[in-house]
């Protein structure tokens, strides 16, 4: 579905995705800390997820919670440190943007404390009427 890039490729085939690496990586970050594997697992389940790979390594994902007719949610984006400064962020967003079952999407919304910059390329703003939106939180994990 996606060109291959300088030996990297995406794929949203959910048997190529390495839990262990997801799961790993989310557990350290700032926004799922200490999230539990089973949650990992079922967030995939019940998304369409967007793997990076190469060869047969994952190195990158991002995942979108959608009804694929109105709304999305972009969420968990990450390439490993090790694979950063070669455009795979942008890359990855981008084959994100332009699947064919988020196309006319009325509303996408994420959360970010440090990619500001990355998203707005894309479209993305602060929410223009922030006292429309609510939120229902549990703190047991992440921000």
């Known amino acids: 579905m996606y060109p291959d890039k300088d030996g990297y490729r995406i794929s949203t085939d959910p048997s190529e995705l390495d839990l262990g690496v997801v799961h790993g990586y989310l557990k350290e970050s700032y926004w799922a800390a200490g999230v539990p594997e089973g949650v990992v ?22 995942r979108v919670i959608t009804d694929r007719a109105t709304f999305a949610y972009l969420a968990d984006v990450f390439v490993l440190e090790e694979h950063r400064g070669r455009g795979i962020g942008k890359w990855l967003v981008e084959a994100v943007l332009s699947h064919p079952d988020l196309q006319g999407l009325r509303r996408w919304m994420l959360a970010t404390r440090d990619a500001h910059d990355l998203y707005r390329r894309y479209g993305f703003a602060e929410l223009g009427r922030p006292q429309i939106f609510m939120e229902r939180k549990d703190s047991s994990y992440g921000v």
Do not use: D, T
């Not at 967030?43 to 190195?59: H, P, T």
């Open 41 to 62: 697992r079922r967030s995939i389940e019940a998304s369409l997820c967007f793997g990076v790979y190469r060869g047969e390594e994952q190195v990158g994902f991002a």
